[in-house]
Nanobody, 122 residues
Framework: QVQLVESGGGLVQPGGSLRLSCAAS????????MGWYRQGPGKQRELVAA???????NYADSVKGRFTISRDNAKNTVYLQMNSLKPEDTAVYYC????????????????WGQGTQVTVSS
């Protein structure tokens, strides 16, 4: 079992910056991808950014150029640097970790964080 602890959410003014962190612990075998999703009021959950073990990244068009995803493999932690924040970025942000586990496999497992609230308002 893998546990994900998110931090860094809060209230920020438009144009401000925020940095989210997600630390994985527990039965860590081989994390091959980490990502951030968000779900705003009345909206479906959407992929914001993802990064693989090889450091390839992809971003939603709405955040490209403003958000940066990175990871620290030694700390099993993924970050999301959010700059030039807009009110439409207001959402609950969820961290997701994908890893390959050896039992009865190898098999791919996805784990989700508890979510952290980001509110962009003046």
């Amino acid at each position: 079992q893998v546990q994900l602890v998110e931090s860094g959410g809060g209230l920020v003014q438009p144009g401000g910056s925020l940095r989210l962190s997600c630390a994985a612990s527990g039965r860590i075998f081989s994390i091959n991808a980490m990502g951030w999703y968000r779900q705003g009021p009345g909206k479906q959950r959407e992929l914001v950014a993802a990064i693989t073990v090889g450091d390839s990244t992809n971003y939603a068009d709405s955040v490209k150029g403003r958000f940066t995803i990175s990871r620290d493999n030694a700390k099993n932690t993924v970050y999301l640097q959010m700059n030039s924040l807009k009110p439409e970025d207001t959402a609950v942000y969820y961290c997701k970790v994908r890893q390959v586990e050896p039992a009865n496999g190898p098999e791919i497992y996805d784990y989700w964080g508890q979510g952290t609230q980001v509110t962009v308002s003046s």
